[in-house]
């Protein structure tokens, strides 16, 4: 079993940057693959960025290509989202996702644990 805690949302300003952790517990953090999504206000659940175990592989969703950043610091049982140039369109409840198989997966069904959550929301 693992335990995914985000930290790190708010309130910003359009334009602004902030950095979102996600803290893991257990020892097998470093054979997961790790993944940030998110939902806006009355919209499903959608991708945003995943990293594979080794951290070689990433993977973004084309909204947040060029100005969102995926990390992990497997040492410290840790993901990073650092996102840059934020938007209103941004504004939603961050995730972060565990997936066993430790490929960096797009897909919601493929994770196996699942953080709840932090606000980010972005004032135009």
């Known amino acids: 079993q693992v335990q995914l805690v985000e930290s790190g949302g708010g309130l910003v300003q359009a334009g602004d940057s902030l950095r979102l952790s996600c803290a893991a517990s257990g020892q097998t953090f470093s054979t997961y693959g790790m993944g940030w999504f998110r939902q806006a206000p009355g919209k499903e659940r959608e991708f945003v960025a995943a990293?594979?175990?080794?951290?070689?592989?990433?993977n973004y969703a084309d909204s947040v290509k060029g100005r969102f950043t995926i990390s992990r610091d497997n040492a410290k049982n840790t993901v990073y989202l650092q996102m840059n140039g934020l938007k209103p369109e941004d504004t939603a409840v961050y995730y972060c996702a565990a997936d066993r198989s430790g490929y960096a997966h797009a897909l919601q069904n493929l994770y196996d644990y699942w953080g709840q959550g932090t606000q980010v929301t972005v004032s135009s």
């Open positions: 990293i594979g175990w080794s951290g070689d592989s990433i």
